[in-house]
């Protein structure tokens, strides 16, 4: 509990935690040292106090004081506000919830049903989400309790992206084309080849390529680490041309105008994406699907050892050239032709089966190393 004290300077604010007694600067007046204490009080857990031989006691929050105490305890972790657009994130995920929340009258956690919960994830499946992670979270933190029914109904339903076939060897020529029409080629050829997410591209700056040493320092996706990776020697030659003759803080990779790829304040690479559409994205030869099909294209010819890695690389092995976190996330993007021939003869087809090339001579592209 904070409380205010009469001190020479001014009044202050004090309060004490299992280290002590604390204190603030000097404000000018009784009323300014006061906001403070609500503010800290508002923003602060309340002190719970353990009883023995006795149930510890649960405390009795709405959903709207759940979200903002979420948001609180998420802008303490320095790790991940160093995240592109991370307080703007936080900010929307609490409005969009209380919204959400206030418009179906769900005060407290108790008041969402199963059934109702299951609508929800039918019609705003980002917004449940967000409001599983919340209520997880309270349940971890301050023991609210919630019908485990709901928290499965909000479960998200399995991803349709794994179920998307993988890109033709004429589909990645067809795009590989396009790119080159549009002079993007050194850029949707280290694409296809080293599954960086779109973002992570349009964030690169010459100074990040270094073509003495062939290496390119890339960031791990959402702690931002700098990771180093070598490149194959044809790309480094197309890099090699972009960033000769221009500043260290240019943007490596630019749009067929000239100009930098935006990024969103929320770190997505949305002009790239939609670029993509409009411009590589055909209706024939079949529908590519989004630029992440660039990626899951890259991560099924790592993990298989297609052209043009020598060899089979393993999960641990990929999230050195995606800057992935784990090895979990990198065989969510693995698809190969095989998995999809194996489910139409009911898994009695034979393992390992050869994976087609996906740039033959005629696609007019360097080769890959022997």
Known sequence: MAWVEKRPQG????????????????????????????????????????RRHSARPVEQLTVAQIADLWRIANEGDASRMRRPGAAEYLTTAVAQVVRTCAGKGWLMPGDITPAAATSLRRANPKTVSILRGMLRWARDQHGVPFDPLVYAALRPAPSRRAERDLLTDRQARYVLARARRWKQMPLFSCLMAYGWRPVTACRLRVRDFNHKTGTIRTAVKHNGQPWEHPMFPEHVAMLRGLAADRPGDAPLFLTPRGKPWRISARGAAATLTVWYRRNIAPKRPGNVGNIYALKRLAISRMLTGAWPWPQSLSPADVCLFTGQRSAEIVVRYFVTQADRARKLVGNSGAQGALTPRMLPDTAGVPRGPA
Do not use: I, L
Request: aromatic residues 10%; without cysteine.
């Open 11 to 50: 009044w202050v604010v004090r309060w004490r935690d299992a280290e002590g007694k604390h204190s603030t600067r000097a404000y000018g007046s009784k009323a300014a040292a006061s906001a403070a204490a609500v503010e800290f009080e508002q923003r602060t857990a309340p002190k719970r106090r353990q």
